[in-house]
């Protein structure tokens, strides 16, 4: 229950976040720093979010398959592919990885 | 949005032809979040409320990702909320853009994400904008909840999740959402520092809280580092720029 919660929270920050902008006076947005540790934030969390889910497990580090999903995807992006096919690539590569036996 | 007689016809417009396009490709990943989503142990209907009222790819990613690693709720939510910050400064510049009054203000800050900002910003003619903005805004709405709904129903009748690689599909979706963002040497450098504090804070600190750490070292590292301004490292209007150059460099 305690999950259902959390994600309602998560829900109400999230539109509240969009909607204050819209009341936020303008000049804000030309404070260049502001800008500017919004943009590193953004890079930091999803560099971070891709390490945690390719290798944490718990409070380990772990290399399984999912390190394969990552080179997979990282192929894929080289070769400009779409989001959808990157996903794919990700997951065959894992799958394909436990199915001989790794991870 | 507007019935009035524009110059041009809905088909013809730019801004319409990118917002439909970048709506199918959007939404049409909302297969992987649904599945994802449920493998991580979410249900049905935590998972739609996810993409119905949180609706921001990014963040909802966050929140099952944090959840999946055994992390709190808390924990999601907070990456989650971190994360949609940038749907701030979107809003700023709609509202800068595009002036919406009364009611529509609240509908356009739901549909205020990365796509509906990027077809927005995309484009010059103020006409433009705001057809790119809605077309994109809402069409992504409604076929990221569809296809969401699709991905955790089929979701639910996988199986094992590991064996169809889904824990993969989520380490591509989050490595697919950075990637257009590295664009020149600072970004690459602030993505591998958050990356090693990521991986350096693992044992020490619960499951999530290492996704914060890396937030934290992000943003100091931008507090101080601002001077460099023209590397692009403003919250990125157009992570999709391939596709749609038209108009650059002219709005904002």
Redesign the interface.
Same mark, same amino acid.
């Given at each position: 229950m305690?999950?259902?919660?959390?994600?309602?929270?998560?829900?109400v920050?999230?539109?509240l976040?969009?909607?204050?902008?819209?009341f936020?006076p303008?000049k804000?947005?030309e404070s260049?720093?502001i800008?500017?540790? !919004?943009?590193?934030?953004?890079?930091?969390?999803?560099?971070? =979010?891709? +390490? %945690?889910?390719?290798? $944490?497990?718990?409070?380990?580090?772990v290399l399984d398959?999912?390190i394969?999903?990552?080179a997979? !995807?990282?192929v894929?992006?080289w070769l400009?592919a779409?989001? =959808?096919v +990157? %996903?794919?690539?990700? $997951?065959?590569?894992?799958?394909?990885l436990?199915l001989l036996g790794w991870g | 949005m507007s019935n009035r007689a524009t110059p041009v016809r809905l088909r013809e417009s730019p801004a319409f032809k990118v917002a439909v396009s970048l709506s199918i490709?959007?939404g049409?990943?909302g297969?992987?979040f649904g599945a994802l989503s449920v493998a991580s142990g979410?249900d049905f209907w935590?998972t739609m409320?996810?993409s119905l009222?949180?609706?921001?790819g990014?963040?909802q990613?966050?929140?099952i990702?944090?959840?999946?690693?055994?992390g709190s709720?808390?924990a999601?939510?907070t990456?989650?909320?971190?994360?949609?910050?940038?749907?701030?400064?979107?809003?700023?510049?709609?509202?800068?853009m595009l002036r919406?009054g009364g009611w529509k203000?609240?509908v356009?800050?739901?549909v205020?994400i990365d796509e509906s900002t990027a077809t927005a910003s995309g484009q010059s003619d103020p006409d433009e904008q705001r057809r790119g903005f809605w077309t994109a805004g809402i069409g992504i709405f409604i076929l990221w909840n569809i296809f969401t709904a699709i991905g955790a129903l089929a979701g639910d009748a996988m199986g094992d999740p590991?064996?169809?690689?889904?824990?993969?599909?989520?380490?591509?979706?989050?490595?697919?959402?950075?990637?257009p963002?590295?664009k020149g040497r600072e970004?690459w450098a602030?993505?591998?520092?958050?990356?090693l504090?990521?991986?350096l804070a693992?044992?020490?600190?619960?499951?999530g809280v290492?996704?914060l750490?890396?937030?934290v070292?992000?943003?100091v590292?931008?507090?101080f580092?601002?001077a460099r301004?023209d590397e692009g490292?403003?919250?990125?209007l157009d992570p999709y720029a391939?596709k749609h150059r038209h108009g650059q460099g002219e709005s904002k």
């Open positions: 305690s999950l259902w919660l959390w994600i309602l929270i998560a829900c920050l999230a539109y976040t969009k909607l204050v902008g819209y936020v303008a804000l947005l260049p720093r800008m500017h540790v !919004a943009g590193t934030m953004t890079i930091g969390l999803l560099a971070s =979010l891709t +390490v %945690v889910n390719a290798v $944490a497990s718990g409070q380990g580090i398959a999912r394969g999903a990552l997979a !995807a990282a894929a992006l400009r779409p989001f =959808l +990157v %996903v794919i690539s990700g $997951a065959a590569a894992a799958a394909l436990r | 490709a959007t049409l990943y297969v992987s979410f935590q409320v996810l009222l949180l609706f921001s990014g963040s990613f966050a929140f990702g944090v959840v999946a690693g055994g709720g808390v999601a939510m990456a989650s909320a971190l994360l949609g910050l940038r749907n701030g400064i979107y809003g700023m510049q709609i509202n800068a919406p203000r609240y356009s800050a739901h205020t590991k064996q169809w690689g889904l824990d993969g599909a989520a380490v591509a979706a989050f490595l697919a959402l950075l990637w963002r590295l970004p602030i993505a591998a520092a958050c990356a504090a990521t991986i693992v044992p020490f600190v619960p499951s290492p996704i750490v890396a937030a070292v992000a943003g590292i931008g507090w580092s601002h301004l490292l403003e919250p990125d391939e």
